[in-house]
């Protein structure tokens, strides 16, 4: 079955580049997700990746894709203290159902 | 434009007893979820639906039950709550074919605690 892994938490300081981590095992994935949880809230997507790109880029935000790998990584350039949260990965392989990773706690330090 | 609503946001059950979860979107979307997120599991599909009347089991559907009987609603339902039901509830509703990238809109959660 699908599965995604993620490390449980990151500590930054302010102004540096934070870089998430993701790991997955269905390389029948079509889409791949970053999702961003505040405190108290739902889950809002951050960004996606169609399964045939290596690259996105969208302002702050750099996703990265080695399918032969099956990694996923996000970058968040000048991370900023309102950058704190839970960063979720995720992966869908159809229309039904989503397979979300255990999230990563982003620490920004001011 | 509300999106993704969610009643009540908050919960407190004693072991045994009934409850309902509502969740209500305005966006028109065909597939609607149930997760519920624990403390290092993260989210868990309880219950899905592609349509109005379509109702199908996630990973962790034992001890709820949905029901999809209008488009915009997604009821999950415990019949007798237990502790390990101790949970936050979360809604989501996608769009279906179409244009599908998956994306899924979130509601703010439901907290529920099982005594």
């Known amino acids: 079955g699908e599965d995604v892994e993620q490390s449980l938490f990151l500590s930054v300081r302010e102004g540096d580049s934070s870089v998430i981590n993701c790991t997955y095992t269905?390389?029948?994935?079509?889409?791949l997700y970053w999702y961003k949880q505040e405190p108290g809230a739902g889950l809002q997507l951050l960004t996606y990746?169609?399964?045939?790109?290596d690259m996105k880029q969208d302002q702050r935000l750099t996703v990265l894709l080695n399918k032969k790998d099956k990694h996923l990584s996000l970058r968040i350039a000048d991370t900023q203290t309102g950058d704190s949260a839970i960063y979720f990965c995720?992966?869908?392989?159809?229309?039904?159902?989503?397979?979300f990773g255990i999230g990563t706690k982003l620490q920004v330090i001011p | 434009n509300a999106g993704v609503t969610q009643t009540p946001k908050f919960r407190v059950l004693k072991t045994g007893q009934s409850m309902t979860l509502l969740c209500a979107q305005d966006?028109?979307?065909?597939?609607m979820y149930w997760y519920r997120q624990d403390p290092g599991m993260g989210l868990r599909l309880i219950h899905y639906?592609?349509?109005?009347?379509?109702?199908a089991k996630g990973e962790v559907p034992d001890g709820y039950n949905v029901s999809r009987l209008k488009k915009q609603n997604f009821l999950l339902g415990l019949e007798s709550a237990a502790p390990s039901q101790t949970s936050v509830y979360f809604c989501?509703?996608?769009?279906?074919?179409?244009?599908?990238?998956?994306?899924?809109?979130f509601g703010e959660g439901s907290r529920l605690t099982v005594l």
């Open positions: 989501a509703s996608s769009r279906g074919t179409g244009g599908y990238t998956g994306e899924l809109f």
């Open positions: 269905d390389s029948s994935s079509t889409y």
């Open positions: 990746i169609f399964s045939n790109m």
């Open positions: 995720a992966e869908s392989t159809g229309y039904q159902k989503v397979t």
């Open positions: 966006m028109n979307h065909e597939y």
């Open positions: 639906s592609v349509g109005e009347g379509t109702t």
